[in-house]
T-cell receptor, first 116, second 111 residues
Framework: AQSVTQLDSHVSVSEGTPVLLRCNYS??????LFWYVQHPNKGLQLLLK??????LVKGINGFEAEFKKSETSFHLTKPSAHMSDAAEYFC??????????????FGSGTRLQVQP | NAGVTQTPKFQVLKTGQSMTLQCAQD?????MYWYRQDPGMGLRLIYY???????DKGEVPNGYNVSRLNKREFSLRLESAAPSQTSVYFC??????????FGPGTRLTVL
């Protein structure tokens, strides 16, 4: 069975400083990995995805994530936080299940707070 | 394109009442999903539909039923609502790349 662990439920940074949101996963097969962002009272929006191509994935709004198979990690980073980055972020893993359908597992989320 | 739309946006029910949450997508996606989101638990899959006419249980299907009416529409029904079903419900659809597109959500309160 697959699982996703987001290591921090809450991260607070100052505007202009780097952002690091941590995600570890476990998976029996070669997974696809995603990061989604959810702004208050909104649906989820895809930030970036890894699907076994380049291990460093660039997404929207300056975010990027590196897939490290040896560490089973897929941490999300951004060099300089902006106030508009304040939101909840979800790490998601998907893989083929026993029935052949794609199973998706969401992490519990990390709330990013950006201080002025 | 509207993407994924959901109705209603908000709903308050009494225990035992029934209701249907509607979802539609205009992206010609085959797969559609219903999730619930509870504080500190991320999103959990309720039901999934790989294509028109097929549905599959997810992680938390008890107390729910679904209908894939056609390729565009995927509805979620609560036959007898319970307070434990108070949550935010999201519908999503996906293409062959697995990228999921989410609706704006329905905030449901069961008293």
């Amino acid at each position: 069975a697959q699982s996703v662990t987001q290591l921090d439920s809450h991260v607070s940074v100052s505007e202009g400083t780097p952002v690091l949101l941590r995600c570890n996963y476990s998976s029996s097969y070669s997974p696809s990995l995603f990061w989604y962002v959810q702004h208050p009272n909104k649906g989820l929006q895809l930030l970036l995805k890894y699907t076994s191509a380049a291990t460093l994935v660039k997404g929207i709004n300056g975010f990027e994530a590196e897939f490290k198979k040896s560490e089973t990690s897929f941490h999300l980073t951004k060099p300089s936080a902006h106030m508009s980055d304040a939101a909840e972020y979800f790490c998601v893993v998907t893989q083929d299940g026993d029935t052949g359908r794609r199973a998706l597992t969401f992490g519990s989320g990390t709330r990013l707070q950006v201080q002025p | 394109n509207a993407g994924v739309t959901q109705t209603p946006k908000f709903q308050v029910l009494k225990t035992g009442q029934s209701m249907t949450l509607q979802c539609a997508q205009d992206m010609n996606h085959n797969s559609m999903y219903w999730y619930r989101q509870d504080p500190g638990m991320g999103l959990r899959l309720i039901y999934y539909s790989a294509s028109e006419g097929t549905t599959d249980k997810g992680e938390v299907p008890n107390g729910y039923n679904v209908s894939r009416l056609n390729k565009r529409e995927f509805s979620l029904r609560l036959e007898s609502a319970a307070p434990s079903q108070t949550s935010v419900y999201f519908c999503a659809s996906s293409d062959a790349s697995d990228e999921q597109f989410f609706g704006p959500g329905t905030r449901l309160t069961v008293l």
